[in-house]
C-alpha cells in the first residue's frame, strides 16, 4: 500500500523466454509448485459446446477474407466435436487452486537456472486437471512431448489426472475464445489473420490426436 493504493512489486530477472518443446519438465514443476501454494476449493465446471452451425456462423462473417472463411467453414464439423467431446458433464465438481492461469512459454523465464512465471494478469481459481493438460498443450509439440510435462507435474504434485476427455475442456474453451476474438476483431489485421489461422489449426491437431493424448494421461 503505498499513499492510500495498491501498488504491484516486480523483482528484475535476466533470463530468457523458453519456446514450445524446451524445459518441458521444468514447465511442470514449476505448476506444481503454483498449485501447491494456491488456496484449493471444489467448484463446478460449466463447459458449453458450441455447435457445427454456430463454428458456420463465424466463418460467413461479412468481410471476412476468403481463405479465412473457408478454412472455418471446412473446420466447423471438427471444431464442434472437438467441443462435444471436451465438455464436461453438467455441473461436474473438482478440485481448483488459486493459480497463474496462463502459464504458456510466453509468460515465463528461464532465469538463474530455473524456470520462473510472470505476467500473472489472468491470475484466479483453475480446475487443477485442467490446467495441467494446458500447460502441456502449450508447451509440447507433440504427444511424447506432452506426457513428460504431465509425469514431471504428477510426479512433483502427487496428483492423479483424470483419463477423460473433460480434462482437455478448459484448453480447448480458451483457443476458441483467441479464434472467435481474433475473427470477430482482428481479421482486418495481418496478425489477426495469421493468428485465428495458426489458432483454428492447433485445434484441429488437438481433435485428430485427442484419443492418443487422453491415453497418455492413463501413463502418468
Request: aromatic share 6%.
Amino acid at each position: 500500500m503505498v499513499d492510500g493504493s495498491w501498488w504491484r512489486g516486480h523483482r528484475w530477472c535476466e533470463g530468457t523466454s523458453p519456446s514450445p518443446g524446451d524445459h518441458l519438465e521444468d514447465a511442470g514443476v514449476l505448476l506444481a509448485e503454483i498449485h501447491r501454494a494456491g488456496e484449493k476449493s471444489a467448484r463446478a465446471l460449466d463447459d458449453q459446446a458450441r455447435e457445427a452451425r454456430t463454428w458456420g456462423a463465424l466463418a460467413e462473417l461479412p468481410g471476412l477474407p476468403g481463405p479465412l472463411s473457408d478454412q472455418l467453414c471446412s473446420a466447423a464439423p471438427e471444431l464442434a466435436q472437438l467441443g462435444a467431446a471436451t465438455a464436461a458433464s453438467a455441473h461436474l465438481v473438482t478440485e481448483h487452486a488459486d493459480s497463474h492461469s496462463d502459464l504458456d512459454p510466453k509468460n515465463t523465464l528461464f532465469a538463474s537456472g530455473r524456470l520462473l512465471a510472470v505476467d500473472r494478469d489472468a491470475a484466479g481459481p483453475r480446475s487443477i486437471a485442467q490446467e495441467a493438460v494446458c500447460l502441456a498443450l502449450d508447451w509440447a509439440e507433440d504427444v511424447d512431448g506432452f506426457r513428460r510435462v504431465l509425469t514431471a507435474y504428477a510426479d512433483s504434485s502427487g496428483t492423479a489426472l483424470p483419463t477423460e476427455a473433460w480434462a482437455f475442456g478448459g484448453w480447448v474453451a480458451a483457443l476458441t475464445g483467441w479464434l472467435t476474438c481474433n475473427v470477430e476483431k482482428r481479421s482486418g489485421t495481418g496478425l489477426g489473420l495469421h493468428e485465428a489461422s495458426e489458432t483454428c489449426a492447433r485445434l484441429l491437431s488437438v481433435h485428430r490426436a485427442l484419443d492418443e493424448h487422453v491415453l497418455a494421461l492413463s501413463d502418468l
